[in-house]
């Protein structure tokens, strides 16, 4: 199997404060952790690539120093989500990829089941 | 740049109808293809993936896809649908070069009424 967790599934949070969300593969390791947001009715956007014990890169247009990202373990990736604002209300997801090895990877990204965050 | 899509945001059926959902990407290299699957309430499970090989891939819950590269496209089909196949279903993207950025498209709603 490949089963990727999420922890909370669900928070709410009073604007200003900072948000942790964990996302952890519990049957393999991860060299790559994904994160990904998803609005109402809408596809799942990539906001950061992160690779363990190494700085996540990010997509065009997401602020780094808002969304903190650590994967210190190969089992573990963090998404901070600093001085939090209604407008960062969304659905967050997290993918981790088995590496395949070889030059052409033909990883398949496993799903977490989200984190529904509700900024007050 | 990458781009997917889906022209079928919202499909209703009958149990027992058959099922195609468009997909098209838009890409010049050689791309890999997937459809994943987000039952309600639920995260994205993987129903087929296409690398290289045989274009018509066979995924589980006897959904079945085909890689057509002239087309540009990857649809989903499925001959004889169910209740329980209400969800929502996402084709995606990525170049076999770069396989760290998927690119989704934005969903096909599927209801079945029995």
């Known amino acids: 199997g490949a089963v990727v967790s999420q922890h909370p599934s669900r928070v709410i949070c009073k604007s200003g404060t900072s948000v942790k969300i964990e996302c952890r593969s519990l049957?393999?390791?991860?060299?790559?952790m994904f994160w990904y947001r998803q609005f109402p009715k809408q596809s799942l956007m990539l906001m950061a690539t992160?690779?363990?014990?190494?700085?996540?890169?990010?997509e065009q247009g997401v602020e780094k120093d808002k969304f903190l990202i650590n994967h210190a373990s190969l089992t573990l990736s963090t998404l901070t989500v600093t001085s939090a604002h209604p407008e960062d209300s969304s659905f967050y997801i997290c993918?981790?990829?088995?590496?395949?090895?070889?030059?052409?990877?033909?990883?398949?990204?496993?799903f977490g089941p989200g984190t529904r965050l509700t900024v007050l | 740049a990458q781009s997917v899509s889906q022209h079928n945001h919202h499909v209703i059926l009958s149990e027992a109808a058959s099922l195609e959902l468009g997909c098209n990407y838009s890409?010049?290299?050689?791309?890999?293809l997937f459809w994943y699957v987000q039952y309600p309430g639920q995260h994205l499970q993987l129903l087929l993936k296409?690398?290289?090989?045989?274009?018509l891939v066979k995924g589980i819950k006897g959904f079945e896809a085909e890689f057509i590269k002239s087309k540009f496209s990857f649809n989903l089909r499925k001959p004889s649908v169910q209740w329980s196949d209400t969800a929502e279903y996402f084709c995606?993207?990525?170049?076999?070069?770069?396989?760290?950025?998927?690119?989704f498209g934005t969903g096909t709603r599927l209801q079945v009424f029995p």
């Open positions: 993918s981790a990829t088995k590496l395949a090895g070889g030059l052409f990877s033909t990883d398949t990204q496993y």
């Open positions: 049957d393999f390791q991860a060299t790559t």
């Open positions: 992160s690779n363990e014990g190494s700085k996540a890169t990010y």
């Open positions: 890409y010049g290299g050689t791309v890999n």
């Open positions: 296409y690398f290289s090989g045989d274009p």
């Open positions: 995606a993207v990525n170049a076999q070069y770069n396989t760290d950025k998927l690119i």
